[in-house]
């Protein structure tokens, strides 16, 4: 069976003539009645009585009536819905993010997104940067905004955010309110890190930071949340290195020193996978460039 045999049947159920029924669709009448023929014998049931004066339906093809228009009206759902999956127009993508780019980052982005695709459900997981990257390898998530570095054959990743680091300490820390301030300063300070077991790329980073200013941390504490880390530092645990933006939302209950851009930049990337075909994750990732240019 198929829907040509669907649209026929109704076509002869319709107009009560084969005649009236060939014309309309534009086929020969041999042709329109070896369609129902061949879906009566699919059937193994009766759809017509006729003779040479009249058509009608028997009982078992009136009730196929309601069927066949049914089948045909849900064949012509799914082939929409296919296009409009094939315009980026409906469908679903499943995003993660850092806590860190909740605030700055991610909302703009996907009000944007959401205003040019709105038929589009976006389903937003916070997660850390080693799981975004285990997500997106087993097909679980289809974008992800992490900390980097991070460099992987299967994934493509765009820069969306780059900012200095800030160095945060207790607000009753000799060094708040020094004149002059360095990061080999902190030379002998416990540190609150980031740790690398969640965000590997950026914690070598700030590894990195200190081994140029002359010194290897001193590592008390680590956490696989940075709001974490500043509430572990206003309570006197340690010092840390974040990045500005983080550091700024909560800085009534720190002490916060920035760094220079020329000590370092912490970025935030967008990351899909390298192979990845969908028309959704190619439309989110430039909304996510647009609005890394404003």
């Given at each position: 069976m198929d829907l040509k045999q669907?649209?026929?049947?109704?076509?002869?159920?319709?107009?009560?003539?084969?005649?009236?029924?060939?014309?309309?669709?534009?086929?020969?009448?041999?042709?329109?009645?070896?369609?129902?023929?061949?879906?009566?014998?699919?059937?193994?049931?009766?759809?017509?009585?006729?003779?040479?004066?009249?058509?009608?339906?028997?009982?078992?093809?009136?009730?196929?009536?309601?069927?066949?228009?049914?089948?045909?009206?849900?064949?012509?759902?799914?082939?929409?819905?296919?296009?409009?999956?094939?315009?980026?127009?409906?469908?679903?993508?499943?995003?993660?993010?850092?806590?860190?780019?909740a605030l700055e980052?991610?909302?703009?982005?996907?009000?944007?997104?959401?205003?040019?695709?709105?038929?589009?459900?976006?389903?937003?997981?916070?997660?850390?940067?080693?799981?975004?990257?285990t997500g997106l390898l087993d097909g679980s998530m289809d974008v992800g905004f992490l900390r980097l570095p991070i460099e992987h054959p299967r994934l493509k990743i765009t820069v969306v955010h780059r900012e200095p680091f800030a160095v945060i300490l207790p607000k009753d820390h000799p060094l708040a309110a020094a004149k002059r301030f360095s990061l080999a300063k902190l030379r002998d300070e416990p540190f609150v890190a980031y740790g690398r077991q969640w965000a590997p790329g950026f914690f070598d980073v700030t590894m990195r930071l200190c081994a140029q200013a002359g010194f290897s941390p001193r590592i008390v504490q680590e956490t696989g949340e940075m709001y974490t880390a500043i509430s572990l530092v206003a309570v006197g645990v340690g010092v840390a290195i974040l990045p500005r933006s983080v550091v700024l939302a909560q800085s009534n209950s720190v002490a916060v020193r920035l760094l220079p851009g020329t000590v370092g930049i912490s970025e935030i990337g967008l990351a899909t996978r390298a192979q990845q075909t969908s028309v959704l994750v190619r439309d989110f990732v430039e909304a996510a460039r647009k609005q890394g240019k404003q």
């Open positions: 669907l649209r026929s049947f109704l076509a002869v159920a319709e107009r009560l003539s084969f005649v009236r029924a060939a014309e309309g669709l534009h086929l020969s009448q041999p042709a329109l009645t070896a369609q129902i023929q061949h879906l009566e014998a699919e059937l193994e049931v009766q759809l017509f009585e006729r003779n040479r004066r009249t058509v009608r339906l028997t009982d078992a093809g009136a009730l196929f009536v309601d069927e066949a228009r049914a089948t045909l009206d849900r064949a012509q759902s799914a082939i929409e819905h296919v296009r409009q999956a094939a315009r980026g127009e409906i469908g679903s993508l499943n995003i993660g993010f850092v806590s860190s780019a980052i991610v909302p703009h982005i996907v009000a944007d997104f959401r205003a040019r695709h709105p038929g589009v459900r976006l389903n937003l997981i916070n997660l850390r940067t080693v799981s975004q990257v």
